[in-house]
């Protein structure tokens, strides 16, 4: 049956196109964003899956930043530490020498006192960002005996999130500590015979003499300057071992970002290959709609030619 109220095959073919380039228009905004999930209406599973993991991602760099800038801190102090302990080394050889009787231990300790300003200067040196871990003020009202620093971003199966952390214990590496002197190179002891106070930063043997009792006190500053050295070797072994794992913990985190961005592009992003080849075939689609339609349209002009004379 030909009508002239409804044509049903030009309804039919207007369908199709309309449903070609509805297609042709999802697939073109693919190919121009890179997304086959770019909002909630694409996919409301995936995107918000998606969107979360892109912030937690974002939170992960931000660790990622937050170590480096921890390593630099770590490694400024194991190097100040690796410094000093080459210093008292040299006091603790020193002190050595001026046991010899005969030794003029003023020479020596104008030596020494040489070696105990480097100290001072290594101290006060080894600072990043406005801290240092090496010469403190314990008294300082924002004085922390151990620093944090931000190594991890977790989010939990229930959706709770949490900020891991490493820790450095100050105090045990301290050389200098301004509230006190307790640190490992201005603590003070006294001597037996003598009665003097002394710490490794301090000691002065200039006033000693070949006398059983002043070689007895130099044997106690030896002693002293060699505990000092011993603390600081496994103060650096500790400090050393935190750097590296800082270290482990940065290569970590740069390859879980990596992994996290490539499980956010299975979910969302758009294969070019096959969306390339989709496009072609549509737009062959719409061609093929076109004519047709066009065709279903001419039909009805068969009608007129019932009307001729």
Same mark, same amino acid.
Do not use: C
């Given at each position: 049956m030909m009508s002239i109220k409804?044509?049903?095959?030009?309804?039919?073919?207007?369908?199709?196109?309309?449903?070609?380039?509805?297609?042709?228009?999802?697939?073109?905004n693919r190919i121009s964003t890179g997304y086959r999930v770019a909002s909630a209406s694409d996919?409301?599973?995936?995107?918000?899956?998606?969107?979360?993991?892109?912030?937690?991602?974002?939170?992960?760099?931000?660790?990622?930043?937050?170590?480096?800038?921890?390593a630099a801190k770590v490694d400024t102090a194991y190097t100040g530490l690796n410094a000093a302990i080459d210093v008292v080394d040299d006091i603790k050889a020193k002190? @050595?020498?001026?046991?010899?009787?005969?030794?003029?231990?003023?020479?020596?300790q104008a030596e020494i006192a040489q070696l105990q300003d480097q100290?001072?200067?290594?101290?006060?040196?080894?600072?990043?960002?406005?801290?240092?871990?090496?010469?403190?003020?314990?008294?300082?009202?924002?004085?922390?005996?151990?620093?944090?620093?931000?190594?991890?971003?977790?989010?939990?199966?229930?959706?709770?999130?949490? @900020?891991?952390?490493?820790?450095?214990?100050v105090d045990a590496i301290k050389l200098f500590d301004a509230n006190g002197q307790i640190g490992i190179l201005d603590t003070e002891s006294t001597t037996t015979n003598g009665g003097v106070n002394y710490s490794v930063a301090t000691l002065d043997i200039s006033g000693l003499?070949?006398?059983?009792?002043?070689?007895?006190?130099?044997?106690?500053?030896?002693?002293?300057?060699?505990?000092? +050295?011993?603390?600081?070797?496994?103060?650096?072994?500790?400090i050393g071992a935190a750097k590296k794992r800082i270290d482990m913990q940065m290569e970590f985190?740069?390859?879980?970002?990596?992994?996290?961005?490539?499980?956010?592009?299975? +979910?969302v992003d758009a294969d070019m290959n096959e969306e390339s080849t989709r496009l072609q075939a549509l737009q062959v689609q719409q061609q093929l709609g076109i004519q047709s339609l066009s065709i279903a349209n001419s039909s009805v002009q068969t009608v007129m030619s019932l009307f001729r004379s």
């Amino acid at each position: 049956m030909m009508s002239i109220k409804t044509n049903a095959s030009a309804m039919t073919a207007l369908a199709s196109l309309q449903a070609t380039n509805k297609s042709l228009e999802s697939t073109q905004n693919r190919i121009s964003t890179g997304y086959r999930v770019a909002s909630a209406s694409d996919n409301a599973a995936y995107w918000s899956i998606a969107t979360t993991m892109r912030s937690d991602n974002k939170a992960i760099a931000t660790v990622k930043d937050a170590l480096g800038l921890g390593a630099a801190k770590v490694d400024t102090a194991y190097t100040g530490l690796n410094a000093a302990i080459d210093v008292v080394d040299d006091i603790k050889a020193k002190l @050595v020498a001026a046991r010899e009787p005969g030794v003029d231990k003023t020479k020596i300790q104008a030596e020494i006192a040489q070696l105990q300003d480097q100290l001072t200067s290594i101290g006060s040196s080894a600072s990043f960002s406005g801290e240092n871990w090496l010469s403190v003020d314990s008294s300082d009202a924002n004085y922390s005996a151990t620093k944090s620093i931000v190594a991890s971003f977790t989010r939990a199966t229930d959706g709770t999130v949490s @900020v891991g952390t490493l820790t450095i214990d100050v105090d045990a590496i301290k050389l200098f500590d301004a509230n006190g002197q307790i640190g490992i190179l201005d603590t003070e002891s006294t001597t037996t015979n003598g009665g003097v106070n002394y710490s490794v930063a301090t000691l002065d043997i200039s006033g000693l003499t070949d006398t059983s009792a002043d070689l007895a006190d130099l044997d106690e500053m030896i002693g002293t300057v060699d505990s000092a +050295l011993q603390s600081m070797i496994s103060r650096a072994g500790d400090i050393g071992a935190a750097k590296k794992r800082i270290d482990m913990q940065m290569e970590f985190v740069g390859s879980l970002t990596d992994a996290i961005d490539r499980g956010i592009s299975t +979910l969302v992003d758009a294969d070019m290959n096959e969306e390339s080849t989709r496009l072609q075939a549509l737009q062959v689609q719409q061609q093929l709609g076109i004519q047709s339609l066009s065709i279903a349209n001419s039909s009805v002009q068969t009608v007129m030619s019932l009307f001729r004379s």
